[in-house]
């Protein structure tokens, strides 16, 4: 197979077939650095590349299988992976100039677990600094640009991971989501993002953010891919007190194309407000295709939003500022401009207007998952209520009038968020600027494999997953 046809492979798929002998992980690898070589610089999307250890450990893994050794549900995957999950004895950056020559001395829970899988972790990808933008900008590595159009935001803060899964360049990679850094870049590139439940996966190893908002998932081609991908990192880990004890399922085995019955609440009007038309036109064909599939799909009308929005700004502000207050004192001038001015507005926020937006969290959880899951599955929504914006338009450092724009970005992602709750982006078709439409499902905690499932059959119906920008 060329290059390009290995490329084109999901990560399930390229498991699978490396698993039946039909492909070496050497194969596998070498169609990822081609690709890199031939249209990486379309998208700047890798910081690190470790060419020669990736090669090792998939000469490794050939031989191993070649042998009869029992080898995880990744094997021989190549990946990347968003340049803030430590690597012992490796730079990470996380998109800053402050940890440009960063080396952790530990590995993230994450990045072992798919070490162990058989992964081939190849190196790390371009970020919003800090993780800290919804659209990809960066002032010290170059922003990262949407594969179907350089010109245009690929979404952030996992820039990188959006553009090199959508550019065919690896099969997934992990994401980070705090207010829809993994669900933003995977609508604006085309891909599929998961953030799970708040917990569900461990974050040992991982730069933080927000305490209380900070979640680890993935971004790849399909719902099955990302199904896969969650099964090997979540659970408990015993360097992450706050990750879940509760049992991690077989998600992928629920993955059965068939959703009759299945009740999919519509959030109006809040998620509407403003809409673009060709957004909406995207969304109400979406919501076709599921009732096509035997789903039911209704209109609730939440009234728990209206703070949502508030409450985890305030959060994930406050928790920001308090992380990089160090720095913020000894090197404010390595922060692009956009940054310093949003964590030191953090200082500003009092002690209780943080510890009501805490406190509410669990009332408004409970009162959503009343009014817009007690008698429904999922909640479907627009992961954006705007049409993927250009570079230029929301580069805040270069016009601060472009705040309001920036900020909007992320007006339909953030809720999630703050309510803790499994949430899917899944793209569902093209403006008529060729430029991706998503479509975002949430449910009740640790409702993973109903999002999924949701995802995959609709994924299984229609071929915008499988559409390639080169």
């Known amino acids: 197979m060329s290059s390009d046809t290995l490329a084109a492979l999901s990560m399930t798929e390229a498991a699978d077939a490396f698993a ?36 090792q450990a998939a000469v490794g893994l050939d031989q191993a299988r070649k042998a009869g050794a029992t080898l995880g549900r990744l094997a021989g995957v190549p990946m990347m992976h968003k340049d803030m999950y430590y690597r012992a004895g490796k730079v990470t950056t996380c998109g800053s100039k402050i940890r440009r020559d960063f080396v952790p001395g530990v590995t993230a829970t994450v990045l072992q677990r798919l070490d162990a899988a058989g992964a081939v972790d190849a190196g790390t ?38 553009a090199a899964v ?39 190893g991982v730069m933080p953010l927000s305490f209380s908002a900070d979640n680890v998932g993935p971004l790849g081609r399909t719902a099955r891919d990302a199904a896969r991908f969650l099964g090997v990192v979540a659970g408990a880990c015993a360097g992450d007190p706050t990750s879940s004890r509760e049992p991690v399922p077989d998600y992928e085995a629920g993955l059965d194309g068939d959703i009759r019955g299945l009740r ?52 994930s502000r406050v928790e920001g500022a308090t992380i990089h207050q160090q720095w913020m004192r000894e090197c ?13 507005g953090g200082n500003a926020i009092p002690a209780t207007a943080y510890l009501e937006a805490l406190s509410r969290r669990g009332p408004l959880l409970r009162r959503f998952c009343d009014e817009a899951l007690g008698r429904f599955d999922v909640v479907a929504t627009p992961p954006l209520r705007v049409r993927v914006p250009t570079r230029a338009e929301t580069d805040v450092d270069a016009d601060p009038a472009n705040w309001d724009r920036l900020m909007d970005l992320s007006r339909n992602t953030r809720p999630f968020n703050y309510l803790g709750l499994p949430t899917i982006s899944i793209p569902v078709g093209f403006d008529d600027r060729g430029l991706p439409i998503g479509l975002q499902l949430a449910a009740r905690p640790f409702a993973e494999a109903r999002v999924l499932k949701v995802a995959d059959a609709y994924q299984r119906a229609t071929d915008w997953h499988g559409r390639a920008p080169f």
Not at 33 to 49: E, I, M, S, T, Y
Not at 135 to 156: I, Q, S, V
Not at 332 to 344: G, K, W
Request: one cysteine or more; a negative charge; hydrophobic letters at 45%.
């Open 20 to 55: 039946r002998g039909e492909v070496t992980a050497a194969a596998l690898l070498e169609a990822t650095l081609d690709r890199l070589d031939r249209h990486g610089a379309k998208v700047n999307a890798v910081v690190r590349l470790d060419r020669d250890e990736a090669r």
């Open 125 to 162: 990808l371009n970020m919003a600094e800090f993780a800290q933008n919804a659209t990809g900008h960066n002032a010290h590595f170059g922003d990262a640009m949407n594969p179907w159009d350089a010109a245009y935001c690929t979404g952030g803060s996992s820039s990188g991971s959006g």
């Open 166 to 204: 959508a550019g065919r360049i690896v099969t997934a990679a992990l994401g980070s989501d705090t207010g829809g850094s993994i669900r933003l870049p995977a609508a604006m590139c085309g891909v599929t993002g998961l953030k799970p439940t708040q917990t569900r996966v461990p974050r040992t």
């Open 264 to 315: 999919v609440a519509v959030c109006e009007p809040w998620f509407f407000d403003d809409i673009d038309a060709s957004v909406l036109r995207g969304f109400e064909a979406a919501m076709a295709g599921l009732k096509d599939l035997g789903a039911t799909v209704e209109t609730v009308r939440p009234e728990s939003l209206v703070a949502v929005n508030t409450y985890i700004s305030i959060v």
């Open 332 to 344: 404010p001038a390595d922060y692009a401009i956009h940054l310093s001015a949003r964590l030191y």
